[in-house]
């Protein structure tokens, strides 16, 4: 086991991690910016470097000041938390070439997800169903034309490097095509710095479903279940829930096994999410995330696995130790995103905290770094807190969600708090009635 692990992120995730390498005994180190000195990571860590000034480019992105950290405090394993460097190959591979093990999956298996059209094509091979669109990268307006004619408008396009539903356009026909197909490259290019597109058929009312995933290096992998994570706004998601109120037994059971099964034949290691849209009874995989995800935490309330206690685990190159018979799930669960953002027109919220009352209670988890007179930094994810609601069915966890969300006071900024009230009380919400676009539509007045 690991006696000291760098944790090279920040905010409720670098806590989190840490958690669960106390619970193992585990030494902590945090890295942070100038802008962080009094976040509460750096205070809980047993150690604490200095990486580098506000901009995340010079810190939490900054590989050399990440390593030279892990080298001066002694560190033997590096986790990357979710964003920044959580799905860089290069810096997983420079972590292992300096001798610390990367909690996560190898350099090789990161480059293959994290180029959507290598990951589609590989998984496909491997029998999982993709949404229909072009086979690989389409490189030029008269190659997408024909790809639209041949899939059928409505078309996305999507960036081959994408990532927080960033480079996508959507086009009814073919002269909206022509537009969009050079906005989403110049889009792609400008977040990314790599313009490579590919294209899909536009599903008009898919729920999007993934399944968590956990490999060891030993060829074996198991899934703990489904998340629908369909209230989503601009392509990110909003609140997720577990198990899916849209799934029966048969489908759940069918797309666990199958992502498991493919989890293994990848010889992946680590935890990893497979994405998939779910429409008409029929699923397409979209994408695979080789880290954490921000989500994690509703699988844990279901299934009382602690996933970062196993992801650290796995690392060391111990074996899973069990299979998937010995996952139980137990009730249900909901996670709320709150962001430091005003509630209706999203423009970000930062400043300092004037008054904090987290919920508790039964079946309430928080995860938060935030404290009273706390200053949120503008230079970061807008995420604040993940509030995070067990009950024994969905009834009984939607009325502890809506006690919770009474009982949270989060003062002196905006935050989305307001929203997820107004999304709780919602009919089609409560009835579990929504796919991808359905927040959209509620917030226009549709
Ligand atoms: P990113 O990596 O940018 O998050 P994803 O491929 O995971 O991109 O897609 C993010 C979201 O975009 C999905 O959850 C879904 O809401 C929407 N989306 C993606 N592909 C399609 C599609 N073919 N049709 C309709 N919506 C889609």
């Known amino acids: 086991m690991f006696e000291k692990v760098l944790i090279a992120n920040r905010g409720e995730i670098a806590l989190r991690i840490h958690r669960a390498c106390r619970e193992m005994g585990i030494q902590t180190v945090a890295v942070h910016s100038t802008a962080d000195a009094d976040a509460m990571h750096v205070r809980l860590a047993d150690e604490a470097v200095c990486i580098g000034p506000a901009s995340a480019r010079e810190s939490y992105l900054n590989i050399p000041a990440i390593l030279t950290a892990a080298t001066i405090t002694g560190a033997d394993a590096i986790h990357p938390g979710i964003g920044f460097m959580s799905e860089n190959a290069q810096f997983a591979q420079m972590v292992e070439e300096h001798g610390f093990t990367f909690i996560g999956p190898t350099p090789e298996h990161i480059r293959i997800m994290g180029d959507k059209v290598t ?7 491997l029998g999982l169903p993709v949404v229909p669109g072009s086979p690989g990268p389409v490189e030029t307006l008269e190659e997408a034309i024909a790809v639209a004619e041949h899939t059928g408008y409505p078309v996305l396009i999507k960036a081959a490097a994408g990532g927080g539903g960033k480079g996508m356009k959507v086009a009814w026909s073919a002269d909206q095509l022509r537009e969009a197909y050079q906005l989403a490259r110049g889009e792609s290019r400008a977040a990314f710095g790599n313009d490579q597109v590919y294209m899909e058929r536009y599903l008009s009312k898919p729920r999007h479903i993934e399944i968590q995933l956990l490999g060891d290096m030993h060829g074996n ?85 602690d996933l970062v206690r196993e992801q650290i685990r796995v690392a060391t190159g111990a074996p899973l130790g069990y299979g998937q018979s010995d996952i139980r799930f137990h009730g249900h669960a909901i996670e709320c995103r709150v962001n430091a953002e005003h509630p209706e027109t999203f423009l970000p919220s930062p400043g300092k905290i004037d ?41 009984e966890c939607m009325m502890r969600l809506r006690r919770a969300l009474e009982e949270f006071v989060i003062g002196g900024i905006d935050t989305s708090l307001p929203l997820h009230r107004r999304i709780i009380a919602e009919p089609n919400f409560i009835n579990g009635n929504y796919d991808i676009h359905w927040l959209e539509h509620l917030m226009a007045g549709k």
């Open 119 to 125: 990951a589609k094509k590989t998984v496909l091979d």
């Open 221 to 305: 992998a198991v899934h703990f279940g489904e998340r629908d994570c369909s209230v989503q706004r601009r392509h990110q998601k909003v609140v997720e829930e577990a198990p899916s109120p849209a799934l029966n037994a048969e489908q759940r059971e069918f797309i666990g096994n199958l992502a498991a099964r493919t989890t293994s034949e990848l010889g992946y290691r680590g935890v990893g999410t497979m994405e998939f849209l779910f429409e008409d009874g029929e699923f397409f995989f979209i994408e695979m995330n080789t880290r954490l995800q921000v989500e994690h935490t509703i699988t844990e309330m279901i299934t009382g696995i």
């Open 355 to 395: 008054g904090y009352h987290a919920p508790g209670g039964l079946g309430v988890r928080v995860d938060s770094a935030l404290y009273d007179g706390y200053r949120v930094p503008p230079y970061y994810d807008s995420l604040i807190a993940k509030l995070v609601v067990h009950g024994t069915t969905r009834n």
